[in-house]
């Protein structure tokens, strides 16, 4: 199976139109290492499909976010949202408080038995987590 015909029917599953767009899209948030702003994913675009524009990708990140494909976040020191592509395999990060740098981790320290023993006592259902690790990198501290 070729790589775009993934992203096309993780599209067609999720009942959103193929675009050329909105499969690219799709692939720069999947080999992203990190959560990309709206302007990067752009930026990505653009080096593709030099008539694509920001509202577009606006757009089309607000359906990928609302079909569940994609999560947004924010961070410390940091008023713009990213987004995150949702994979199985997630990631966790450390975030560098001076400069907002940020580096993948390959483990998750979070036991899922703990996460569900939480939940249930609330009476909530696990349908995920979220874990950043601030600090200073090399640079900063
Ligand atoms: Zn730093
Ligand atoms: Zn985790």
Do not use: W
């Not at 036991?111 to 569900?116: I, P």
């Not at 874990?131 to 090399?138: D, H, K, M, T």
Request: aromatic share 8%; net charge neutral.
């Amino acid at each position: 199976m070729q790589e775009k015909d993934i992203y096309r029917n993780i599209l067609q599953q999720k009942g959103l139109k193929v675009t050329e767009v909105r499969m690219n899209a799709l692939k720069i948030l999947d080999d992203a290492e990190i959560p990309m702003t709206v302007e990067e994913v752009f930026n990505g675009l653009r080096s593709m499909l030099s008539t694509v524009n920001l509202s577009t990708v606006y757009r089309t990140m607000e359906a990928f976010l609302k079909k569940g494909l994609i999560e947004k976040t924010t961070l410390l020191d940091d008023n713009k949202f990213r987004y995150e592509y949702k994979r199985v395999e997630h990631k966790h990060h450390l975030v560098c408080i001076g400069c907002n740098r940020m580096v993948a981790i390959e483990d998750c320290p979070i036991d899922d038995n703990y996460a569900k023993a939480m939940c249930s006592r609330q009476g909530f259902e696990l349908t995920g987590h979220r874990l950043e690790i601030y600090g200073l990198c090399p640079d900063c501290k």
